[in-house]
């Protein structure tokens, strides 16, 4: 493991479907208001895949934008990694389908189920590829289509989620780069978060169709209590060891589940929320592993990260699984 090898983002690019469905929209189909949406969870608007569009379209359009912004072609990359809950289908992987659109050569492809940690993952395991010099460049994509695991009948799920993809490609950069990563997981409490059928325990059938089991189940109030309290561990896990504080943290990209949450982290981490929090949460919902990935890329546009700044990304999930990652940009 060459370990003076800097890690970076060298490209990024996100996909967000055009059909935004607001709150206004929802108090149509469930017994829900734009004040309850708003206070508890921060959320306006969400976006939602149209019919036939598929997680790995969502996923090849955030992917030619990162190789774009990176100015390599899909020749260029060596390893695609995917990182999504929602697949087109168990198998082929959605990586391999995404191979076959970006026109990429015979190089190796996986998904990774992580949920809403899934960018983190995928970043750590590039990461470790690009820094021990086996691949130069790595195309992580997080790409979710919530909107079909979601019970449009479920008032306290339906109006969290989004769908949408985030795509970056990590590479050698020659200052600053992956300065830290933590990941974790809890499997007891994975019960906490789940779609209980179509797997080998409870494969698919018209009773487990009749009864609704191929939705997300959410236990949501305990998920909060956890996520909070992770989140900030988190946090606190990757920047302890490089002796950096949350006055040192330039900006912190969490992942968008819940604008409380985020609050309640940032309260934790000593950051003011106003000037060090980026949050999309508004216009895009949760959208599982894609919501990190999105918010990056979408800083990065807006010029809210400049060379040399101290970023933070933060995430936590089903599993239950978490990771944090700090990058000197
Ligand atoms: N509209 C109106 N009322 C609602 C709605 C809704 N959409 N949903 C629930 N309610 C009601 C409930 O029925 C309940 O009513 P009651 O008091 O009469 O029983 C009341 O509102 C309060 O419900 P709570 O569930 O206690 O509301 P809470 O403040 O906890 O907010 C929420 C719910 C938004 C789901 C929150 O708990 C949350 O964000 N949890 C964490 C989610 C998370 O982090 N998920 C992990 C990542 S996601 C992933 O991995 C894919």
Request: glycine share 10%; with cysteine; hydrophobic share 45%.
């Amino acid at each position: 493991m060459c370990t003076n090898v800097k890690v970076g983002f060298v490209g990024l690019g996100k996909y967000l479907p055009e059909n935004r469905l607001t709150n206004k929209d929802l108090e149509k189909i469930v017994d829900t208001s734009d004040e309850w949406i708003v206070a508890r969870t921060g959320i306006k608007e969400r976006r939602i895949a149209r019919e036939g569009e598929a997680t790995s379209d969502m996923a090849v359009n955030a992917a030619r934008l990162a190789l774009k912004s990176a100015k390599l072609s899909a020749r260029d990359i060596e390893l695609i990694i995917v990182a999504t809950i929602t697949p087109d289908m168990f198998f082929p992987s959605t990586a391999c389908i995404v191979q076959e659109k970006l026109g990429a050569p015979k190089i190796p492809a996986f998904d990774i189920s992580v949920a809403c940690s899934g960018f983190m993952y995928g970043i750590a395991i590039a990461n470790q590829f690009v820094k021990s010099g086996t691949y130069k460049h790595v195309l992580v994509i997080a790409a979710e289509k919530m909107s079909s695991v979601t019970d449009w009948k479920d008032r306290s799920t339906c109006v969290l989620m989004g769908d949408g993809a985030g795509a970056a490609v990590l590479g050698k950069v020659a200052d600053g780069g992956i300065l830290s990563v933590y990941l974790g997981a809890d499997g007891t409490k994975g019960n906490l978060l789940k779609m209980p059928a179509g797997g080998s325990r409870m494969p698919a059938s018209i009773s487990t169709v009749e009864a609704g089991l191929h939705y997300l189940k959410m236990q949501g109030n305990e998920l909060f209590r956890h996520a909070v309290k992770i989140m900030a561990e988190a946090a606190l896990k990757a920047t302890e060891p490089l002796g950096l504080k949350g006055e040192d943290i330039d900006l912190v990209i969490p992942h968008q589940a819940n604008l409380r949450i985020l609050h309640a982290v940032a309260k934790r981490m000593g950051i003011d929320p106003e000037k060090k929090l980026y949050l999309n949460i508004n216009k895009y919902g949760n959208m599982s592993a894609a919501s990190s990935a999105v918010a990056l890329a979408e800083a990065v546009e807006e010029g809210r990260v400049k060379k040399g700044d101290t970023i933070l990304l933060d995430a936590f999930g089903a599993g239950l699984t978490w990771g944090a990652i700090v990058v000197k940009w």
